[in-house]
């Protein structure tokens, strides 16, 4: 148990990202998660480490677990300084009254593990928090707990991480880097970078990359594209701006790095020109509903090292006892981790980036250098403090574990969508975010 064991805590997301990308069958897609699945899955949702009757009541202050009471069959457990208890079961919907006790609705909390929860009422409890939208009693901006044992809390230094875990921006993630960085920052000024962001009109417009290919980004014919027929390469004017500048950065920023071996980023599946999953014009979806709809999603390849070029291909070990598990069983030993952070924190820098999913095995390293650019100037304060990066290092049914071991997957929000949410497309959303913090994807914490 005290093991490098990590979950990854996801919201609801529907989108899991494309087919394989030397195949033609557009098979290779996870299934939509399964809507009454639950939101987050704690792993430990058997142990009763609540602290029964003689506890802290629903509402009130906790540091561990074992502050909190439990009600009636529901554990007590510790949500950031707050004690709630544990639902008996997936939320039916947002707000259900059928897992919690008396006084208590069911909701997943966006950004954990913990799994669906018993927001205690503020009109049955006294609440020590903040009392939401809903009528919760939720954490407040600053509340917090002991990580070590509470069941959602943000650490505060590497020592509460344990062995082989560092605290990142709150999370504990595994501290896998082996040096290697590019130093101090911020490097070469960049001048002539495509513009980030689309403003005025026909920002939602569907276009295509243009150039297809140039220094920075590479957009060739795949999954059964010819270069005369690119039918699964439209994407939101907007979204194509960003990777373009997103890109050139790297291509800029990065020039004098020795991690990998530069050159262009290869682009994957988005949408079809009228705006429907790519395959669809053929028979064949090659993504889930509710993904790669209208440009809003792009796959992309990671850049890599020891490779001929940044084109989409695995970056790890995929196969045990010869069968392809769709996912990384071994270290991605062909990333380029700092050019892929580079890159994923530069997109970071854009509000309108809603989640951006990778491999198991590769997001904790990717955070790890995500924080080491930024603490080395290389990154902005925007970014790294927009840092929505999910993977799942179990299968938590969130949509990222398998096949997203040869790209991965940015999805952009509406314009006009403010929250946080990551429910895209046809998924129920039973999760709620925590009142005036910022909703990172990838909460991390050993078990
Ligand atoms: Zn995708």
Redesign the pocket.
Known sequence: MESLRVVLMLVFVA????PAPDSNNNNGETPMPDASGGGGGGGDAGTDSGGGTTGTAPGGTCSCDADCADDGGNQGVCIYGVCMTKATGACASAGSQGECPTGSRCWTLDGSSVGPLCWPDCSAHTCSGTCDSDGSCAPAAQGNCDVTCGSACSCTMDAQCGNGMQCVQGDCVPDMMTGGGPGPGPGPTCTGLPVRDCTGTGCGTLVTFSPRTNAAWDDYPLNGETASNQYRSYLRKDLMMLVSYATSVVACKAQGWTSGIGGALGL??MSEANGAIPGASIGSPG?PPG??TNGF???LAYYQAGTANNRLRAICPYTSNGQDQSHCVGAPTTLDVWRHALFLGTIFESPRTRVVGVDGKAGPMLIAAIDQLCDDGWLSATACNNIALAYETTNMGNGWYYHHHH?S?ISLKPASFLSNGFCLGDCANTGKALPGRDLRVHRVRAQ
């Open positions: 989108a899991a990202c494309g994957g599946d993504h993904t790669h999603d792009i796959d790209h997957h």
